[in-house]
């Protein structure tokens, strides 16, 4: 029973190699420990799906718009005062549109959805547990192996100290990592939790004869679900140990929406309650406040109001940086200043170094122009908007793919409020993560849009 319940639950490991789709999913499993690994598998894939896929990849008018923006992002590094530093700053950007390009392809059926957030639900839990082990037992590691394939480094006490960071360089990037992986671990527990649900009421409803005869009589196994749960525990925690207020804020988002999509009031009363006794423990006026501070934690609310770092310096408040990200791209709107460029010019401002603006967006205006950015954004809305258009399309989609569709949206746009708040661009897993999925949602609009108009127009 225990070997066919697993065999049943991780049953794409048994596909062959021989699946460039194989291939990407393997990658992802090991891209939290080894991203250099990861991508190298996944830039392969990516490359020979677009030379076997070609005619089929250029014909489509999302993956035309990002050539257009490739185009428009090498016009702005040719302008650029450091074109050395702005060229390779296109690295993070033009590799994976290749990548959103190759996977929109590869990607085209919910069952791959589902696969792809195992592996990641799975991958995560190396990850979480060494991160616990560096903030709780204080381990530390400086390990290599043939440079960097696999190159660990942990810092006791986590990054900044007090935060956990696990293998990532930040808590930050680390919480983005979370949140996206507790947002379709989420989903599939709602999946699984619903289909455990019917299978025993009809495993109820059998004839006692067929129970010790047939597996059909067999009763459903919650090890997925049990499995399931103590993944989304863990990395809840995980992201709460970050300390990042974005983070947060997403998990919570997110909890809220699933809530909404399946109609749990209840659980919507719960958790606006909870926020609400925490936002007033951090913001009401002082006598309001006090009675809140008795029952919610100060790691909560002083972090919220920046009462657990009193003495932070103005020029690193996102406040500052947005403001002078502003700043750069009004002055050179059509073109930016060239990518990677913001560092430079923050740190002779402000004599601070800084390698962002806590804004992927005013990020982008400041350093590629206006045109190039509004194009960015109109691609990403482009998406969003043809995702919840086949979301609302019941012919196409029942509950279970609905929900695992819903999952990757509420993904998408939990990436997207994190950028608005701090940029995921240089984090290497980070960024070729929020592709997959963008191209994961592109490739199953496309397959079923391709269905749509075979059947409104049959030969």
Wanted: hydrophobic content about 55%; overall charge positive.
């Amino acid at each position: 029973m225990l070997g066919a319940s697993l065999n049943k639950v991780f049953y794409y490991f048994k596909s062959r190699w021989q699946s460039s789709w194989n291939y990407s999913l393997w990658a992802l499993l090991i891209f939290p420990l080894s991203p250099l690994l990861g991508a190298v598998t996944i830039g392969i894939v990516s490359l020979i799906t677009c030379l076997k896929q070609y005619r089929k990849i250029s014909r489509r008018p999302l993956n035309r718009g990002f050539a257009l923006l490739s185009v428009l992002l090498i016009v702005t590094a040719g302008f650029a005062q450091d074109k050395t530093t702005a060229f390779v700053g296109l690295f993070n950007l033009l590799p994976f549109f290749l990548v959103f390009a190759a996977h929109s392809t590869l990607i085209q059926t919910f069952a791959q959805l589902r696969q792809m957030a195992w592996v990641l639900v799975i991958g995560s839990m190396p990850v979480v547990i060494i991160g616990l082990g560096q903030l709780f037992l204080g381990w530390s590691l400086k390990f290599e192996i043939l440079w960097i394939v696999f190159a660990w480094t942990i810092r006791p006490g986590g990054n900044p100290p007090g935060r956990i960071a696990s293998l990532f360089m930040h808590a930050n990037t680390f919480a983005a990592y979370l949140a996206i992986v507790f947002i379709l671990g989420l989903g599939l527990w709602l999946e699984n939790y619903q289909q455990l649900r019917v299978k025993r009421r009809q495993w109820r409803l059998l004839p006692t004869p067929h129970y010790p005869l047939s597996s059909e009589g067999a009763a459903p196994s919650p090890l997925p679900l049990l499995f399931l749960t103590v993944a989304v525990i863990t990395n809840f925690i995980a992201l709460i140990f970050t300390n990042s207020r974005n983070g947060w804020a997403i998990a919570i988002f997110a909890c809220l929406a699933y809530a909404l999509y399946q109609g749990w009031r209840i659980l919507i009363s719960s958790v606006a309650a909870i926020v609400s006794s925490v936002l007033l423990a951090a913001f009401a006026p002082s006598p309001v406040a006090h009675f809140f501070r008795q029952y919610v934690p100060d790691f909560f609310w002083a972090r919220l109001n920046d009462d657990m770092y009193p003495d932070r310096p103005v020029a690193l408040m996102r406040k500052t940086q947005w403001e002078f990200a502003w700043s750069l791209a009004q002055e050179h709107p059509w073109t930016g200043w060239g990518l990677r460029s913001f560092s430079g010019l923050y740190k002779a401002q402000m004599q601070i170094p800084l390698g962002h603006p806590h804004n992927l967006f005013l990020m982008l205006a400041a350093e590629t122009g206006f045109p190039s950015t509004f194009l960015f954004c109109s691609l990403l809305a482009w998406i969003l908007i043809i995702g919840i258009q086949l979301l609302r399309k019941p012919k196409y989609l029942n509950t279970q793919d609905r929900l695992i569709f819903f999952s990757y949206l509420l993904a998408f746009v939990a990436w997207v409020l994190f950028n608005t708040v701090d940029v995921t661009l240089f984090e290497l897993r980070l960024n070729a993560l929020s592709w997959l999925i963008l191209a994961a949602i592109c490739g199953v609009v496309h397959r079923y849009n391709q269905q749509d108009r075979l059947a409104s127009h049959p030969s």
